[in-house]
Nanobody, 114 residues
Framework: QVQLVESGGGLVQAGGSLRLSCAAS????????MRWYRQAPGKQRDLVAA???????NYADSVKGRFTISRDNAKNTVYLQMNSLKTEDTAVYYC????????WGQGTQVTVSS
């Protein structure tokens, strides 16, 4: 059974940094594209960043140059380094893996105060 467990969220002031982690189990982690999504209150869940099995990355325009996605296949973990945080980055952040099914973590809250 695939499990995704996020951690690292919290409260930070605008301009600050956070690093999110997502530990995966029950899947062939190194073979799968991993994604981070976020959902703000009253809004849809949007893709933030993705990293392929080969390490190729892509980002939403709103986070380019500020966020970095990376992976450690030895630890079955994907990270999201978030720098220069803005109040509009406030959301619940979810880890996602699409294997034989679409799997989501439980989410981790990121709150950026002004």
């Amino acid at each position: 059974q695939v499990q995704l467990v996020e951690s690292g969220g919290g409260l930070v002031q605008a301009g600050g940094s956070l690093r999110l982690s997502c530990a995966a189990s029950g899947m062939l982690f190194s073979l799968n594209t991993m994604r981070w999504y976020r959902q703000a209150p009253g809004k849809q869940r949007d893709l933030v960043a993705a990293i392929s099995s080969g390490g190729s990355t892509n980002y939403a325009d709103s986070v380019k140059g500020r966020f970095t996605i990376s992976r450690d296949n030895a630890k079955n973990t994907v990270y999201l380094q978030m720098n220069s945080l803005k109040t509009e980055d406030t959301a619940v952040y979810y880890c996602n893996a699409l294997t034989n099914s679409n799997y989501w973590g439980q989410g981790t809250q990121v709150t950026v105060s002004s």
